[in-house]
C-alpha cells in the first residue's frame, strides 16, 4: 500500500459530473474572463470568510503581490516577515521593489515571534506579513496591536490556511488584506492555478479590482497603474463547486489529525503546538524529529510520502541570501527546518492509511 500526501483524483468522482458541467456553462457562455462565475465565486467566498470584498485573481502569489502594491509598498520600504515559508511570500515583495526583514519564530508553535517583530521595527516598516503556515495561525491579535501602535499595514499570507479560524474569525479578516492560494493541492485546491484577496476596506477592494485588470475603469482606460491578475471563469466555477463542499472535506481533513493526535505516542517524535485561540485547518500535518533522515528512510520503506514545508529558509536560498547585509542568524528557524516533515493528509485518506501511518511512526527507533 503506498499513501500519497495529494491525491485529487480519489475525491473527484465526488463532484464530478457538476465539475464537468460548470466547464461546459462556461464554455458555452462566450464569456471567459470576469464574468458571472468570478461574481458569485468571490460573493460565496467573501461571506464564507466574513469579509465584505473578495478580488479573485491568478494566483497566491499575485494576491500578496497585488496587496502590497494597493498599499503603496514599494522601493525602499521594508516589510517583516518569517523566513520559513514558501518562496512566494518573498518573491511577492521583491516583486514591489521591498525589502524583506527576516525575522525569527517562536519555538513552541514555528510561527511569527511577536518579540522579535517589535525588536525589528524601525523608520523604513511599512508593513506586517504574517504567515498561516501549514493551517496553523499567527497570533493576529498581537500582530494588530502592534500594527497600530506603529501604523503599519498588515497583509495574511492565508496561502496555506483556508478554513482556519484564529478567536472564532476567519485569518484573512484581520490585517488591510488576507491573500488565499488555491493551488490544486491547497485545502480549497482549483484544477489549476487561482488565488483570491479578501478585505473590508471599500477603497482598497475597489483598487484592487482596478488593479488586477490594467487598472481600467469601466471604460477600459488605466486610472491607476496596474496588471493582468484576473481569476478565469473556468476556475472560479470550479472552486464555486469545491467552496460548497469545503466544510465536509475540511472535517475529513480534521478526522485524520484527530487519528494523530491521539494515535503518535513515539517519544522521537513531537509536534508544533498551536496557539492559543487558533482553530487550524491542517493544510499539513507537521511533526517534529532530531532524527528526521532516519524517518524519511523508515517512511520511505513503508512507503509513506511525506513532506518537508520548507527544508531551506528564504534567507538561505541562493536567490535571497544576498538580501541580508549581515550574516543574519535565526536559530530556531533553521533548527526548525531540520526536523520538521509533513505527513499524509487530505480529504481522501482514509482513516485505515492514517491508523497505519501512525502504527508506522510508533514503530520507528534509531
Ligand atoms: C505560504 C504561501 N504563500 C504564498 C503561496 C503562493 O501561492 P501560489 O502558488 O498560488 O502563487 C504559497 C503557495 O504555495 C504558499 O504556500
Redesign the pocket.
Known amino acids: 500500500m503506498s499513501i500519497k500526501t495529494f491525491d485529487y483524483l480519489k475525491s473527484l468522482p465526488e463532484i464530478e459530473h457538476k465539475i464537468l458541467d460548470a466547464i461546459s456553462r462556461v464554455l458555452h457562455s462566450n464569456q471567459l474572463i470576469l464574468g458571472p462565475e468570478t461574481d458569485l465565486f468571490e460573493q460565496k467566498f467573501a461571506q464564507y470568510v466574513g469579509a465584505k470584498h473578495c478580488i479573485g485573481v491568478t494566483?497566491?502569489?499575485?494576491?500578496?503581490h497585488l496587496s502590497l502594491l494597493a498599499l503603496g509598498i514599494g522601493a525602499g520600504d521594508e516589510v517583516i516577515t518569517v523566513s520559513n515559508?514558501?518562496t512566494?511570500?518573498i518573491a511577492?515583495i521583491r516583486l514591489c521593489g521591498a525589502n524583506p526583514v527576516f525575522i525569527d519564530i517562536s519555538d513552541d508553535d514555528l510561527m511569527m515571534d511577536i518579540t522579535q517583530l517589535k525588536m525589528n521595527i524601525n523608520e523604513r516598516t511599512r508593513c506586517i506579513l504574517p504567515?498561516h503556515?501549514w493551517g496553523s495561525c499567527v497570533n493576529m491579535s498581537a500582530i494588530l496591536e502592534t500594527a497600530k501602535a506603529h501604523n503599519l499595514a498588515v497583509i495574511e499570507?492565508c496561502?496555506?490556511a483556508c478554513g482556519t479560524t484564529y478567536r472564532n474569525q476567519h485569518v484573512g479578516t484581520y490585517g488591510d488584506t488576507g491573500?488565499f492560494?488555491?493551488?490544486p493541492t491547497?485545502n480549497l485546491g482549483a484544477y489549476g492555478?487561482?488565488?483570491a484577496i479578501v478585505t473590508n476596506d471599500d477603497q482598497l477592494a475597489s483598487r484592487l479590482r482596478m488593479m488586477r485588470t490594467y487598472g481600467y475603469d469601466t471604460s477600459a482606460v488605466s486610472q491607476i497603474e496596474g496588471m493582468n491578475a484576473r481569476i478565469s471563469e473556468i476556475q472560479s466555477a470550479i472552486l464555486h463547486i469545491k467552496l460548497q463542499v469545503f466544510d465536509q472535506w475540511l472535517e475529513r481533513r480534521l478526522g485524520v489529525s484527530k487519528i494523530y493526535n491521539q494515535g503518535i505516542s513515539n517519544h522521537l517524535i513531537s509536534s508544533p503546538q498551536l496557539p492559543q485561540d487558533c482553530v487550524p485547518s491542517y493544510h499539513q500535518y507537521v511533526i517534529r524529529c532530531k532524527y528526521r533522515d532516519e524517518l524519511m528512510d523508515w517512511l520511505q520503506s513503508n512507503n509513506i510520502a511525506f513532506g518537508i514545508h520548507y527544508p531551506v529558509p528564504v534567507h538561505l536560498m541562493p536567490a535571497y541570501s544576498s538580501l541580508v547585509s549581515k550574516p543574519l542568524k535565526l536559530p530556531i528557524t533553521e533548527q526548525s527546518c531540520n526536523e520538521i516533515l509533513s505527513l499524509p493528509i487530505h480529504e481522501a485518506l482514509t482513516s485505515e492509511e492514517a491508523k497505519s501511518v501512525v502504527g508506522t511512526l510508533n514503530q520507528f527507533n534509531i
Not at 494566483?59 to 500578496?64: V, Y
Open positions: 494566483s497566491g502569489t499575485t494576491a500578496l515559508t514558501c512566494p511570500t511577492a504567515v503556515l499570507d496561502a496555506q491573500c492560494s488555491f493551488y491547497k492555478d487561482a488565488g
